[in-house]
């Protein structure tokens, strides 16, 4: 059974930093585009960065420059550092795994096959 882990969520004051982390159980971690999604209070849930399993990435034009995913096979975890947060950033985080062979942050939410519960980002001004 494959299980996501989030953790590293918080509050901090914009300009600051944080490390979301994402741990995968199973055997999927090397097979399937990984992606960060947020959720914001009464907005959609949208896909902010994406990583292949080749290490490619992609991310959305709000977070390009300023968040960057990355992965640590040894550790079966992949990342989402951010930095020059602002409170537009504030939600609630959520890594996913899905079978896309072109693993961009734009894949169907529904296409993911695997979710984890969440992080919360609160970002103050």
């Known amino acids: 059974q494959v299980q996501l882990v989030e953790s590293g969520g918080g509050s901090v004051e914009a300009g600051g930093s944080l490390r979301l982390s994402c741990v995968f159980s199973?055997?999927?971690?090397?097979?399937?585009?990984l992606v960060w999604f947020r959720q914001a209070p009464g907005k959609e849930r949208e896909g902010v960065a994406s990583i292949a399993s080749d290490g490619r990435t992609n991310y959305a034009d709000s977070v390009k420059g300023r968040f960057t995913i990355s992965r640590d096979n040894a550790k079966n975890t992949v990342y989402l550092q951010m930095s020059s947060l602002k409170p537009e950033d504030t939600a609630m985080y959520y890594c996913?795994?899905?079978?896309?062979?072109?693993?961009?942050?734009?894949?169907?939410?529904?296409?993911?096959?695997?979710w984890g519960k969440g992080t919360l980002v609160t970002i103050s001004s």
């Open positions: 996913a795994a899905g079978p896309f062979l072109t693993c961009r942050y734009t894949v169907p939410r529904n296409g993911m096959d695997y």
């Open positions: 199973g055997y999927l971690y090397m097979k399937n585009c």
